[in-house]
């Protein structure tokens, strides 16, 4: 049998403040209006409440209507503190306190009061992340995205969404090299040309030729102006123009 959600008054939020001039914050306030807006009309909200509380009423053996209309607005504040808090990808002591200082994120948890301001410690943001299993948000998550495939209406999109595509995203690893600054890069390709001096004495080629060749290139790689190109025959020289970089 389904738990039965009590109905509880949301305390009266604040007015949010007007921040002119940083389009940053302007777009970050639009994505939490519009995950505020989508959280209603889903009844996506509503389902997170509710199966919370069925498995809080199975270890509970009396419960007073005061006590569970404590509970289901403690899993209202858990499931946006979470959202919110993965957006900033904070931690629990940080993402308290940015919560302790933003009016935004205040209104948008659901903590944002007239006369005060009730902000959770970490510790309770800690228990907010354990609030639900990841099978239970991916199933809930799971019918979120179904209902935008099949009644974009109901959450106010202007097309339904494109379940067929997949967005991955990746990471980066670091790699196992030494840094790359100039003086590095330096010794490595003297370390490389030192290399190629010792095979070429192995396999008895003229050094001198092959050395003054190598220099020859590498001045005409860093310099900017027409150089005399010098090669292994000393009486041909001509002048070749490096190309212009973009």
């Known amino acids: 049998m389904a738990a039965v959600i ?4 949301l305390p009266l939020p604040q007015v949010l403040p007007t921040i002119g001039g940083n389009v940053d914050y302007r777009t970050f306030r639009d994505q939490l209006l519009q995950i505020n807006q989508m959280l209603t009309h889903s009844g996506l909200e509503d389902r997170f409440l509710q199966a919370d509380v069925e498995q809080w009423l199975q270890a509970q053996k009396h419960v007073s209507a005061k006590a569970q209309q404590n509970r289901q607005l403690h899993s209202r504040r858990a499931v946006r503190c979470n959202i919110a808090r993965l957006l900033l990808r904070e931690g629990f ?20 009061e007239i006369d005060r301001v009730q902000v959770p410690a970490k510790s309770t943001l800690q228990r907010y992340a354990t609030w639900w299993t990841e099978a239970e948000v991916r199933q809930l998550s799971g019918q979120l995205l179904q209902t935008g495939a099949q009644e974009p209406a109901k959450l106010q999109l202007p097309q339904p969404l494109d379940l067929e ?4 995203d990746t990471t980066c690893v670091a790699a196992n090299i030494h840094y790359p600054v100039d003086w590095i890069l330096l010794r490595d390709a003297t370390r490389t040309l030192m290399k190629a001096v010792g095979l070429i004495r192995n396999r008895h080629f003229d050094v001198i030729s092959f050395v003054s060749l190598l220099v020859c290139q590498l001045r005409l790689t860093f310099q900017t102006t027409p150089v005399p190109f010098c090669g292994l025959a000393p009486a041909l020289s001509w002048r070749i123009t490096p190309k212009s970089t973009m």
């Open 165 to 168: 595509r997949c967005f991955l």
């Open 6 to 9: 009590i109905p509880f008054d």
């Open 93 to 112: 002591r940080g993402f308290a306190a940015r919560l302790a200082d933003s009016p935004l994120l205040q209104f948008f948890c659901g903590i944002s």
